[in-house]
T-cell receptor
């Protein structure tokens, strides 16, 4: 059974650019959550999608957005990148029966 | 805002030693989870505790949920180099988990 797949694994952008990250959840999982991980702040919740609807949102500016497709794949977008957006972005899909989160390996974004 | 504080932030020990890491909050959580994250990978769930006072064992790891469901501890017996990693606790609602900043454990051979 394939795990959570995130692409790209690594990327480098410059300030002002935008970036799109992709997440394919485990087959059958309909809930996808996104987290930002930095050394200073740890893991912070960005948003959660379920059946193509944003179900919950963390305290991030509007530059951070996401969406979910009918096949449960999800994307997140960050516009007008800032240096402070450099982080590991983690996606997790949820087993609806057990509530367990399964994380992908993350997309490491560096903003120069 | 619910906050989880983990201590210690860093821990470096020798193989065979025992250790305990802590996760504390001023808020009550309906459940609390412990994850381990290795370099270059995402966190992996170790255990979920739900009931106040609950104790769960996973081989050499013992997890305890405080009676008031505000704190938890993770005890590792006879640590091994393979236990090295970032240990994260997380609590919260069904839709959103609040994570602590983690304890970075290094077990030296």
């Amino acid at each position: 059974k394939a795990g959570v797949t995130q692409t790209p694994r690594y990327l480098i952008k410059t300030r002002g650019q935008q970036v799109t990250l992709s997440c394919s959840p485990i087959s059958g999982h309909r809930s996808v959550s996104w987290y930002q991980q930095t050394p200073g702040q740890g893991l912070q919740f960005l948003f959660e999608y379920f059946s193509e609807t944003q179900r919950n949102k963390g305290n991030f500016p509007g530059r951070f957005s996401g969406r979910q497709f009918s096949n449960s794949r999800s994307e997140m977008n960050v516009s007008t990148l800032e240096l402070g957006d450099s982080a590991l972005y983690l996606c997790a899909s949820k087993n609806a029966n057990t509530g367990e989160l399964f994380f992908g390996e993350g997309s490491r974004l560096t903003v120069l | 805002t619910q906050l989880l504080e983990q201590s210690p932030q860093f821990l470096s020990i020798q193989e065979g030693e025992n250790l305990t890491v802590y996760c504390n909050s001023s808020s009550v959580f309906s459940s609390l989870q412990w994850y381990r994250q290795e370099p270059g990978e995402g966190p992996v769930l170790l255990v979920t505790v739900v009931t106040g006072g609950e104790v769960k064992k996973l081989k050499r790891l013992t997890f305890q949920f405080g009676d008031a469901r505000k704190d938890s501890s993770l005890h590792i017996t006879a640590a091994q180099p393979g236990d090295t990693g970032l240990y994260l606790c997380a609590g919260g609602s069904n839709y959103k988990l609040t994570f602590g900043k983690g304890t970075l454990l290094t077990v030296n051979p």
